[in-house]
Structures are given as structure tokens and as C-alpha cells.
T-cell receptor, first 113, second 113 residues
């Protein structure tokens, strides 16, 4: 595709449920990133993939959060036992490699009731 | 602690006027500084990228400056248009992990007719 796409655009779930957020990067981009953006704040780094492997997952807040990129393209961010504090916009970005310009998707707005 | 602070938090200007947004950072070792524009409900879009050796960079009506000694940057918008209404986010990356972007909270700009 022409840009980074994310699905769903909005997700409402109940506390304690499991959710999956999907990211389709720009074709050919080997690097993929997940960020979390709370209301009125800038995005915060969660995890960085280079190819299929997580090169840096130091931003994941706890073990309820997990992300995969099994074929080096599409990535899924998985959140178990969701909490109200997980409510935020989850942004995905990709770049040609691990340096320089990152292109962002529109984000998934997650609301945990 | 690596931080990026922006001012003002919000700004209202009349169409056609100029404005300047400020960014201070304490990120070290510094790799590069970027300004992003984020429209409501969209992902951030890169405006400029500067390394520590660059003092200024322009992109159309947007001009960014960087003083690596004082760790300050500014984004100047000339002849503002209604479509400039958005959040402008200052982003800094580390020398040893340039993929990990550290975002400011942004300046929310509203351009009124």
C-alpha cells in the first residue's frame, strides 16, 4: 500500500478482555515500531522490530503487552487482561531500515471500559 | 532523564500571521531532531529532520532552527493557513539508539480566519 495502515481504527473493549491491534507497514520497510499516545501527550515508544525479530522491546509497560511480526511485514500488538489505563491511541510506524524517517499510520484508538 | 519540552502548550493565531514554536531537550547523546505535524485523528507526519551539525532547515512555509549548544529548537511557520491547525511535535533521537524517538507533548496550533 501507499502508506502504513492500522486496523481497527477504533476498538472498545471491557476491562479484563484480550485485544489485538494490527499494523500493515509500507511495502519493503524492514523496520516497524509501535507507540502509545495518551490524550494530550506525545507518543511513547513501545517496541521496535527489524525484520521478524524484536530488536528493542524496552518500552512495553508490562508482560500483558506482546507484539509479533512473524513474516517480517504485518505486525500485531496483543494486550491481555486489558485495564482502563491501557486506553490510548496505539500508533504504528515503519521505516526503510532502523534509521532515519519513520512513517506513521493513523493509529488505533483503544478504549477500555 | 531524556526529556523534550515544548512551549507554548497551545496557540491561536489569525490566518496569514507568522508564529514560532519552541522546543527544549535534555536528550544525550543527541542524534537528530525532528518536527512532526499531527492532524487530529491522524498519525504524525515529518516536517523536518536536523542533525546536530545543522542550524536550520526549511520545508515550504516551515523553517526549523537548532542550537545544539543550548539544546533548543524552534519551528517558524510563515503566512499561516487554516490547514496549519494541528499539533506540532518536537522529537529527538539518541545517538546509540536512533530508532527510539523521544516525543514532546506538542503545541496545539489553531489558525482562525
Amino acid at each position: 500500500g501507499a502508506g502504513v495502515s492500522q486496523t481497527p481504527s477504533n476498538k472498545v473493549t471491557e476491562k479484563g478482555k484480550y485485544v489485538e491491534l494490527r499494523c500493515d507497514p509500507i511495502s519493503g520497510h524492514t523496520a516497524l515500531y509501535w507507540y502509545r499516545q495518551s490524550l494530550g501527550q506525545g507518543p511513547e515508544f513501545l517496541i521496535y522490530f527489524q525484520g521478524t525479530g524484536a530488536a528493542d522491546d524496552s518500552g512495553l509497560p508490562n508482560d500483558r503487552f506482546f507484539a509479533v511480526r512473524p513474516e517480517g511485514s504485518v505486525s500485531t500488538l496483543k494486550i491481555q487482561r486489558t485495564e482502563r489505563g491501557d486506553s490510548a491511541v496505539y500508533l504504528c510506524a515503519s521505516s526503510r531500515d532502523g534509521t532515519w524517517e519513520q512513517f506513521f499510520g493513523p493509529g488505533t484508538r483503544l478504549t477500555v471500559l | 532523564k531524556n526529556q523534550v519540552e515544548q512551549s507554548p502548550q497551545s496557540l491561536i493565531i489569525l490566518e496569514g500571521k507568522n508564529c514560532t514554536l519552541q522546543c527544549n531537550y535534555t536528550v544525550s547523546p543527541f542524534s537528530n531532531l525532528r518536527w512532526y505535524k499531527q492532524d487530529t485523528g491522524r498519525g504524525p507526519v515529518s516536517l523536518t529532520i536536523m542533525t546536530f551539525s545543522e542550524n536550520t532547515k526549511s520545508n515550504g512555509r516551515y523553517t526549523a532552527t537548532l542550537d545544539a549548544d543550548t539544546k533548543q529548537s524552534s519551528l517558524h511557520i510563515t503566512a499561516s493557513q487554516l490547514s496549519d491547525s494541528a499539533s506540532y511535535i518536537c522529537v529527538v533521537s539518541l545517538m546509540d539508539s536512533s530508532y527510539k524517538l523521544i516525543f514532546g507533548s506538542g503545541t496545539r496550533l489553531l489558525v482562525r480566519p
